[in-house]
């Protein structure tokens, strides 16, 4: 691949950003990428691990001269970082993000974009149970889907130019409406999220379940949920709280399938459990042939679980 931006600028050094970092370097795509991190310990790390060209210890200097800057922070943090940066953003500069909530974003964030500066919404669909910067690797993206989600008015040639960045990095790249994202967001992966951290809790809490049972004993189910429920607090936080609306409805529906299966169950109605199981298999089945995961025993989870 070549270059693709001279500077790039990453805000946030957690494990989105600092993949990033990897990722474009292995394929070269930027001359020089600077980064941020609110806390000097994060910026210490990043500067011992060689996380970046430049670890920068204020939001202005990072953000100076960039052509690309992407916010990886909480999507509740991104409208706050955005008014901080806009009086250095260049002139004909791309600000995109990572969140995995849009709507809200736009909202927060487009009021501080400056005129003759273009905001390009993003998210890539990718993630590990791990945060920080140490848990960045340049493989995250690869064949993981990431979404552009452009905003009215957005410049063809500024999304052309973000999509060929994801696409050097590893992504295969589609584009979507903020609302559409939002409620896709909640099926794939929210309300999912908020359902392994109820369960987690609910063996946490059934204390006729001893701990050492609940961790020796496992099966691939739980341990799968524990895995999603180690995910970073603040972040999930962030992310309910600004796609309220959205996952309230999907857990809705989730409520009503789960009274239905309540019924089945205690009716006996064998026929109608073996009907649903067959078909939410195929949808497993969906997911293996789309390239997205794998039917090995170990759930392919490895070093690029999302």
Not at 15 to 29: T, V
Not at 104 to 120: N, Q, R, T, Y
Request: hydrophobic share 40%; with cysteine; aromatic share 6%.
């Amino acid at each position: 691949m070549s270059q693709i931006y001279d500077r790039v600028a990453l805000i946030g050094l957690g494990l989105i950003a600092s993949s990033m970092f990897w990722a474009i370097k292995r394929a070269g795509l930027a001359g020089e990428v600077t980064g941020f991190a609110r806390s000097e310990a994060t910026r210490d790390t990043a500067r011992r691990i060689g996380l970046c060209d430049r670890v920068c210890d204020t939001l202005q200097d990072t953000v100076d001269g960039a052509d690309l800057v992407v916010l990886c922070v909480p999507v509740g943090a991104m409208g706050a970082v955005a008014q901080e940066i806009a009086p250095v953003l260049k002139p004909g500069a791309t600000v995109s993000d990572v969140g995995s909530v849009k709507r809200h974003v736009i909202e927060a964030v487009s009021p501080h974009i400056p005129e003759g500066v273009h905001f390009i919404p993003a998210h890539p669909l990718a993630g590990t149970e791990h945060s920080g910067p140490e848990s960045g690797f340049a493989e995250l993206f690869d064949n993981r889907w990431s979404l552009l989600v452009p905003v009215e008015g957005s410049d063809p040639d500024a999304i052309a130019r973000l999509r060929a960045l994801w696409e050097g990095m590893g992504s295969n790249v589609d584009e979507m409406d903020a609302d559409h994202h939002d409620l896709v967001l909640a099926v794939t992966s929210h309300a999912p999220h908020l359902i392994a951290y109820t369960m987690v809790g609910v063996a946490d809490d059934l204390r006729r379940v001893t701990d050492t049972e609940v961790i020796k004993y496992s099966a691939a189910g739980f341990r799968d949920f524990t895995r999603i429920a180690a995910s970073d607090p603040t972040m999930w936080r962030d992310v309910f709280l600004t796609n309220k609306d959205a996952t309230l409805e999907i857990l809705g529906r989730f409520t009503e399938e789960l009274f239905a299966l309540q019924r089945a169950i205690r009716t006996g109605d064998g026929e109608q459990l073996f009907d649903y199981f067959t078909r939410t298999r195929a949808i497993r089945r969906g997911i293996i042939d789309a390239g997205q995961d794998t039917d090995a025993p170990d759930f392919g989870r490895g070093k690029t679980s999302i």
